[in-house]
């Protein structure tokens, strides 16, 4: 399955102030969990990581990363993705896979 993604490091987001009708959805990495771990949001709108934690983390979907994935992400860092498509989409992070969370688009 092809799934739109769009990635970007912390400081753009900080910097671009779209005008956008939707919410972002924010997940926060910290003490090696995805947190909140399932997160549901409409088509286009953007899921926003930050890793909070001392670890490396990433976001990697549960297709070996085929459908999406971000950068390796340190510490204070975020990263960003935006789904076209409805559906269920299960990621992981790729340095520890028993992390683990969900993207529900609807
Ligand atoms: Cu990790």
Same mark, same amino acid.
């Given at each position: $399955? $092809?799934?739109?993604?769009? !990635? %970007?490091? =912390?400081?753009?987001?900080? !910097? %671009?102030?779209?005008?956008? %009708?939707? %919410?972002? !959805? ?6 090696? $969990? @995805? *947190? ?7 088509? =286009?709108?953007? +899921?926003?990581? $930050? ?7 990433? +976001? ?7 459908? @999406? ?9 975020? !990263? ?6 409805? =559906?269920? @989409? ?8 028993? *992390? ?7």
């Amino acid at each position: $399955m $092809m799934t739109r993604f769009a !990635a %970007a490091l =912390g400081a753009a987001l900080i !910097a %671009a102030a779209p005008l956008v %009708a939707h %919410a972002d !959805a924010h997940v926060t990495i910290d003490q090696h $969990m @995805f *947190m909140p771990a399932t997160i549901i949001v409409h088509p =286009g709108e953007k +899921v926003i990581w $930050m890793n909070k934690d001392s670890d490396v983390h990433n +976001v990697t979907s549960d297709d070996d990363g085929k459908s @999406f994935h971000t950068p390796l992400l340190d510490t204070g860092e975020s !990263a960003s993705l935006s789904f076209a498509t409805p =559906g269920t @989409f299960g990621y992981h992070c790729s340095v520890h896979p028993d *992390m683990t969370g969900t993207i529900i688009v609807r």
